[in-house]
């Protein structure tokens, strides 16, 4: 059964940068679509950005266009999102989770928090 | 964007008793090839969500069946057949048809 782990949270001040990675592994990883799902304190569920198999394809949320950027590396299982400008209200949990299929989501990492303070 | 709409918000259930969610769209959530990308995912306390259902009816390997979806164009449902003490959690919907995917706000079911 496939697995992801998502790591790279931590605490950063308003304004500044963080890379999130998710590594997979028991599945075909350059096979699938991959996805960024954020929650933050006590509230429901965003879906955040998405990226095709071979990393040719990308979609954001709006609220982070030109903020942060979905990329992978299939030769290490992994994808990445990097984060600028960071501001209070990208604090979050955030999860990697995996595309079986057009239009779902299937395998959850268990997440990464990132918090956004001075 | 799409807006999904769930209600109840909070749904407290005796146990051994059936238990329904409801998620509308702003809009259909039929894709171009046919299929409707709605999804229901429960997220227990303290864990990372899980999948139930995808396409409004097909179950997860896993997920027992009293856990069933319904529904077509905008308007769907999940339905716990007889919800037992594990099911406590928030529910969300999640459509999978247009971009941005959106979700609905959760409902939080509770053992009365």
């Known amino acids: 059964e496939g697995q992801l782990v998502e790591s790279g949270g931590g605490l950063v001040q308003p304004g500044g940068s963080l890379r999130l990675s998710c590594t997979a592994s028991?599945?075909?990883?350059?096979?699938?679509?991959m996805t960024w799902v954020r929650q933050a304190p006590g509230r429901g569920l965003e879906w955040v950005a998405s990226?095709?198999?071979?990393?040719?394809?990308?979609f954001y949320v709006d609220s982070v266009k030109g903020r942060f950027t979905i990329s992978r590396d299939n030769a290490y299982n992994s994808m990445f999102l990097h984060m600028n400008s960071l501001a209070a209200e990208d604090t979050a949990v955030y999860y990697c989770a995996r595309h079986p299929a057009p239009g779902t989501i299937d395998y959850w990492g268990q997440g990464t928090l990132v918090i956004v303070s001075s | 964007d799409i807006v999904l709409t769930q209600s109840p918000l909070s749904l407290p259930v005796t146990l051994g008793q059936p238990a329904s969610i409801s998620c509308r769209s702003s809009q259909s959530l039929v894709d171009s090839d046919g299929n409707t990308y709605l999804n229901w995912f429960q997220q227990r306390p303290g864990q990372s969500p899980r999948r139930l259902l995808y396409k409004v009816s097909n179950r997860d390997s896993g997920v027992p069946d009293r856990f069933s979806g319904s529904g077509s164009g905008t308007d769907f449902t999940l339905k716990i057949s007889r919800v037992e003490a594990e099911d406590v959690g928030i529910y969300y919907c999640m459509q999978g048809t247009q971009w941005p995917w959106t979700f609905g706000q959760g409902t939080k079911v509770e053992i009365k």
């Open positions: 028991g599945f075909t990883f350059s096979s699938y679509w």
């Open positions: 990226i095709n198999a071979d990393g040719s394809k990308k």
